[in-house]
């Protein structure tokens, strides 16, 4: 009885120790400019494998959790990319890109 409890408290051990690996927290540069922007890249990142989305505003920095068994990082880039925002790794399609509000125009338009 005493070995079984130990087998089991190993199995969960390592269960517990292989979930931690896979989960990678990082940040990602956006380029992009106000909140519209936020919710849309925010939203585009509630997906499958990924925890947690913040970007910021003032830093253009997404903070960004997820299971690097379910999601990689270039498929995040390719993510924001897809509702119209370059990255470092990715970049948006033109046509994408023209199609946002006058507001989040980042490429050629300075809103300071
Ligand atoms: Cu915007």
Redesign the pocket.
Same mark, same amino acid.
């Given at each position: 009885m005493k070995n079984i409890l130990v087998i089991l408290s190993f199995l969960v051990f390592a269960n517990v120790a292989n979930a931690q690996s896979s989960t990678v927290s990082t940040s990602i540069k956006v380029f992009?400019? !106000?909140?519209? !922007?936020k919710a849309?890249i925010e939203k585009v990142l509630d997906h499958k494998g990924i925890k947690k989305a913040e970007w910021s505003p003032k830093t253009k920095q997404l903070e960004v959790v997820y299971n690097s068994s379910k999601v990689t990082e270039q498929q995040i880039h390719e993510l924001i990319a897809s509702v119209g925002h370059d990255t470092e790794k990715a970049k948006a399609k033109d046509e994408v890109y023209a199609a946002?509000?006058f !507001?989040?125009l980042y490429r050629d338009h300075d809103h300071k």
């Open positions: 992009s400019n !106000c909140t519209m !922007c849309r946002l509000p !507001c989040c």
